[in-house]
């Protein structure tokens, strides 16, 4: 009995050292905090006022190279939804951030996602209809919209909205959420879906992208658009078609998810309008996102 109770004893005084090195490293972490905080607010001075304050292409390259070191006992996502939320709140410190999100009545809404990915504190609006939040966004009602990917056959494209605004404002800067993780593993009660973050903000290369390309042709057939794209350097994902008219001179609308990083000024822009020609009625960057990370790792 007095060896069990000696045992028992040692137990509780090693609880006791190995909680008191949790308080100490919880001090740091706390004293890292405040100091990350100051530097942001160094940041936020030398930005000065901008109108919108995510930097997602960075906020990439952080989670890789933080998830490419090792992670040790660490479980599976915490440090993404660690970083995630405080990326979000010290967003939120630089300026007013207000999100907009499609969460109809009937079917696949991204309000979980979006929550998961702009933490507890980042103000969310709900819009009913894709529209409904780009039109939002062009009045300056929110910094930006989390919608659905687009898919062939929906009624009222998204994207045909943004290729039809010649200036080319509104883009896809990012997708959430920023890791694919395993079922149950995530805040969403169903699975948990992709959604796409669009904004008056234009992606930045990452090493690791992916991007959108929105055409609009005439007597272009979708298997030689496929072959056009791939002739100008494009490595095609998914081309969507969708058909503006009845007619054979009706123009049909492309939707051409590449692989790589493509920016406004790409050279095989070029090369796409010199091949097409007087068939060639709209080319339109539509920015892109940079590749999730995998089940939280890269």
Known sequence: MATKTAATASDKQALADLRSQIDQIDGVIHDMLRERSEVIDEVRKIKGKQQIYIRPGREAQMMRVLMGRPQGKIPEGLVVRIWREMISAFTLLEGNTKVGVYAPEKGLG?????????????????????????????????????????????????????????????????????????????????????????????????????????????????????????????????????????????????????????????????????????????????GGYPVPLKNGRR
Not at 192 to 211: A, C, F, H, N, Q
Not at 219 to 233: D, F, I, N, T, Y
């Open 110 to 286: 991204l309000w979980d996602v979006a929550r998961d990915h702009y933490g507890a504190f980042t103000p969310l609006v709900e819009y009913k209809t894709v529209a409904a939040a780009i039109k939002a966004l062009r009045e300056n009602k929110i910094t930006i919209a989390v919608i659905p990917p687009p898919v062939q056959g929906e009624k009222d494209s998204w994207w045909s909205l943004l290729a039809a605004d010649k200036s080319n404002v509104l883009t896809v800067f990012q997708s959430v959420p920023s890791e694919i993780l395993k079922a149950g593993r995530a805040n969403a009660r169903n699975v948990l879906p992709m959604g796409l973050v669009i904004g008056k903000l234009y992606p930045e290369l990452t090493g690791d992208d992916r991007s959108y390309l929105a055409l609009q042709c005439t007597h272009v057939p979708e298997a030689e658009m496929k072959r056009l794209l791939s002739k100008a350097g494009y490595k095609v994902r998914q081309l969507l078609v969708q058909p503006m008219g009845r007619s054979a001179s009706s123009i049909t609308a492309f939707m051409a998810e590449v692989d790589g990083f493509v920016g406004r000024s790409d050279t095989r822009l070029g090369r796409l309008r010199a091949m097409m020609g007087s068939r060639l009625q709209l080319l339109s960057p539509l």
